[in-house]
T-cell receptor, first 110, second 115 residues
Framework: LAKTTQPISMDSYEGQEVNITCSHN???????ITWYQQFPSQGPRFIIQ???TKVTNEVASLFIPADRKSSTLSLPRVSLSDTAVYYC???????????FGTGTRLKVLA | SQTIHQWPATLVQPVGSPLSLECTVE??????LYWYRQAAGRGLQLLFY??????ISSEVPQNLSASRPQDRQFILSSKKLLLSDSGFYLC??????????????FGEGSRLTVL
């Protein structure tokens, strides 16, 4: 299982773009990268998933370099409601044991 | 569409009392099922996961146990609660047979306070 490392916390201001990077140096060929958002007293919610290069959806973008040893979640123009904990998960295709890292606590300031 | 429910939402129990948290998934069959625990201000700790009826993998040795009596039902139990069992318990499910891995769908959570 690939170990993930994320910053413990980040602060940003409303309207700014926020980039959260996750390191996964021992990622394997069959591993996929998924990001989740969790608000207090709620279950985590899937944001975006990728394997390589760039993935974009209506909520965020995910950038994965060629060596795949890291990934960056990009949140465009954050608002106060984006204050949450963001988790990076690396999981192997065909296996079902999903272990989360410590997550990044993002605080968006007015 | 698929839905996941867990209950009770909130529970306050004395030390030494038993525990039963239940989770059910609707709208899918043969899901993988998970129990996670989140202590106050901490990350998600995988407790148990199950790939089928009667198949339980335990990740953390402690006084908790899990059972899967039916395909879409997952139960977390304890015979005697400890203070350290307090936390936010989350049930989740994932699909089998997909190339992509790591997509989990979480329930609303059950907050347990042990006094």
């Amino acid at each position: 299982l690939a170990k993930t490392t994320q910053p413990i916390s980040m602060d940003s201001y409303e309207g700014q773009e926020v980039n959260i990077t996750c390191s996964h140096n021992n990622i394997a060929t069959n591993d996929y990268i998924t990001w989740y958002q969790q608000f207090p007293s709620q279950g985590p919610r899937f944001i975006i998933q990728g394997y390589k290069t760039k993935v974009t959806n209506e909520v965020a973008s995910l950038f994965i370099p060629a060596d795949r040893k890291s990934s960056t979640l990009s949140l465009p123009r954050v608002s106060l409601s984006d204050t949450a904990v963001y988790y990076c998960l690396v999981a192997t295709s065909g296996t079902y044991k999903y272990i989360f890292g410590t997550g990044t606590r993002l605080k968006v300031l007015a | 569409s698929q839905t996941i429910h867990q209950w009770p939402a909130t529970l306050v129990q004395p030390v030494g009392s038993p525990l039963s948290l239940e989770c059910t998934v609707e709208g899918t069959s043969n899901p993988n099922l998970y129990w996670y625990r989140q202590a106050a201000g901490r990350g998600l700790q995988l407790l148990f996961y199950s790939v089928g009826i009667g198949q339980i993998s335990s990740e953390v040795p402690q006084n908790l146990s899990a059972s899967r009596p039916q395909d879409r039902q997952f139960i977390l139990s304890s015979k005697k609660l400890l203070l350290s069992d307090s936390g936010f318990y989350l049930c989740a499910w994932s699909q089998k047979g997909q190339v992509w891995a790591g997509e989990l769908f979480f329930g609303e959570g059950s907050r347990l306070t042990v006094l």
